[in-house]
């Protein structure tokens, strides 16, 4: 059993920037694929970055450059540090892990930005 808590989100004005933290159960954390995603109302969710076990990352077009995934595995941490920010990356944002064939998903935490 995984469990995913995030923490970080809030309100902030454009051009700002924001970190969120998501914290993993388990002792798999430091053997796992870690994505953070997002969605807002009436949309799919959206991938927004991965970073592997080794720490490749990934991230999608609209966040490259100014958003950086990141991880702590002694702290069973993920992180995404999100720069720039713009109001359409006004969403709730998800961190995200698959195990054992299993999707395990946090709670989601919203992040507003405000023009």
């Known amino acids: 059993q995984v469990q995913l808590v995030e923490s970080g989100g809030g309100l902030v004005q454009a051009g700002g920037s924001l970190r969120l933290s998501c914290a993993a159960s388990?002792?798999?954390?430091?053997?796992?694929?870690m994505d953070w995603f997002r969605q807002t109302p009436g949309k799919q969710r959206e991938l927004v970055a991965t970073?592997?076990?080794?720490?490749?990352?990934v991230y999608a077009l609209s966040v490259k450059g100014r958003f950086t995934i990141s991880r702590d595995n002694a702290k069973k941490t993920v992180y995404l540090q999100m720069n720039s920010l713009k109001p359409e990356d006004t969403a709730v944002y998800y961190c995200?892990?698959?195990?054992?064939?299993?999707?395990?998903w946090g709670q989601g935490i919203q992040v507003t930005v405000t023009s």
């Open positions: 388990g002792s798999i954390f430091r053997l796992s694929v």
């Open positions: 995200h892990t698959v195990w054992g064939g299993s999707n395990y």
């Open positions: 970073i592997t076990s080794d720490g490749s990352t």
